[in-house]
């Protein structure tokens, strides 16, 4: 019966679309370019200096991983471990990057 | 919503000290604490500011070591930065609360960094019982000094008296004067300076009369250069 009902709970377990623990993995400074990004992480949370810099804000699930997190009006920082900062060259290649832990 | 919740939402700190005495007769007690409050940015707090460098420290510093900022001006001259604080929590025993409990008095702050035309950081200042409006750009006038010699800037009106006071803020549109005195043995060489943001900024540099007019609708940076006069050449016999 507790078998029962424990497995029925972590059945009912939230998952978070998206999230996965390699999710970050892809970014390489001097390989990655802006299209993929976009294509991988989706829009960026904002865009600074003409498009050269995306801010994201990023969750982090201990099981489930690093995930994008929709952006709250009414609590803007809700849910986001990480505002992740991306810095692209003129040609549109990452630079350099920063994950800044927020909460 | 009690009037002592509404007000605890909204952030303002300094009503609990009144508030709290009368509600001191009838059990409530207030525990100074200090922590961010939950859902709000944690990485910001009363010392950041020190560490942004104006001069040196670009726009992309800031947001590599900030990470995306909560508010950005129009011309994206001006970044906000919010965070929220927990600074007391007021216990109650029931009576309006019903069954009583701790309401966090929460404190809101707002950090603000402008940058100049060069998207460096120009100025950096930190709002406490920040009540959710951005400041206007203050208008400032940044002076610095360089060169070989040594000198002074003053301003009319008073304000600027560079090396003392460098910095200095008018009301939008003031006409202000600044004048360079080079110190004995120094000499005035010139002017350099800009007018950041994109609105209209006038500034006059004359190095003839070592007099910049500054038309202040936004911040500007001015650098007066003094150098050392040069030693008179004694005639060989």
Redesign the interface.
Known sequence: MVALVVSALAGCAATIPGARADLLTFLRAGETTREEVVLKLGPP??R??QG??F?Y?VGRDAKQGYHVVTQNPR????G?R????L?FDASGVLE?Q?L???? | MSRLAKRSRHGCLSWWVVGCANLLLTGCVVIPVNYHLA?????ITEETASILQPGSMT??DV????????Y?SDD?RRFGYVWKKVRALVVVGGGQFGAGGAMPVVQSHLLQVWFDAS?HIFQVGTVKDWGGQLLQVPPAIAMTTRGTGNGTVISSPTGINCGLACSASYATGTTITLTAIPASGSIFVGWTGACTGTEVCELTLDANTHEAIVRLRQPVAVTATFDLRAAPTTPSR
């Open positions: 949370s904002a600074f200096e050269r810099v801010t804000r609590q803007p920082w809700e986001v990480y505002s992740m900062v810095v350099k920063s800044v832990a927020v909460q | 859902g709000s940015r944690h990485n726009k992309v947001l590599m070591l900030l990470g995306e900022p909560d950005v994206a998207d």
